[in-house]
């Protein structure tokens, strides 16, 4: 039988509106490769990453979805398995912004209950071009206690971080980081302690 390769595998999901850059984050995080011609996502696609974190090999299984309403009955069922989901926005354009309320109740209500979030405004090279002050995307943020960054894939700002962040919040909260064996896929464990930033 071969071994595996990996101690973890951690499910990521991207969502957003459509042009908000999210396979462009994707394809920067994976490949580290920028592609200027635009295709929209039809439907789902993923892509594997394996990294490092805390001494454990994690294999990153990312899910980049559709953002066309006509595909969100696709999608929404790919909530259900993540562990993470990533919420993007484009910075140039206020409608994607105005919309992370949809996209917030839609994982509220497809996704595992202690799913771990990330607000990310993207194409913050494009500050010529900004619609969406930083300060609203920090306001959201700390409403709902979902950690916030911008992103650009073109400039290649954050977007490690990213999903590198994201994976340490799973990783924190895994509680069989410490045992023995391989390719643990952990999609509805719940950590009672898992340090949200509000106490409601």
């Known amino acids: ?14 969502i957003g509106d459509s042009g908000v850059g999210k396979t462009c984050l994707l394809f920067r995080f994976s490949d580290d ?12 696609d993923f892509k594997i990453k394996t990294v490092e974190l805390g001494g454990k090999k994690i294999k990153l299984q990312i899910w980049d979805t559709a953002g066309q309403e006509r595909f969100h009955t696709i999608t929404t069922s790919y909530y259900r398995g993540a562990m993470g989901i990533m919420l993007v926005y484009d910075i140039t ?14 994982i509220d209500e497809h996704a595992n209950e202690d799913v771990e979030k990330m607000i990310l405004g993207n194409k913050c090279d494009m500050d010529d071009k900004r619609q969406v002050p930083k300060e609203r995307g920090d306001a959201i943020a700390r409403e709902h206690c979902i ?19 994201l994976a340490q919040a799973i990783l924190d909260k895994t509680p069989s980081r410490d045992s ?7 999609t509805s464990q719940r950590d009672q302690n898992k340090g949200s930033c509000c106490s409601k």
């Open 147 to 165: 950690p916030f960054l911008e992103t650009s894939a073109k400039s290649n700002i954050n977007v490690e971080k990213a999903f590198m962040d």
């Open 33 to 44: 490769a920028f592609n200027t011609t635009f295709i929209s996502t039809i439907g789902i």
């Open 180 to 186: 023995q064996g391989g390719g643990v896929d952990i």
């Open 1 to 14: 039988m071969a071994k595996k390769t990996y101690d973890l595998l951690f499910k990521l999901l991207l």
């Open 93 to 106: 354009n206020a409608r994607t912004f105005e919309n992370i309320s949809k996209w917030l109740r839609n």
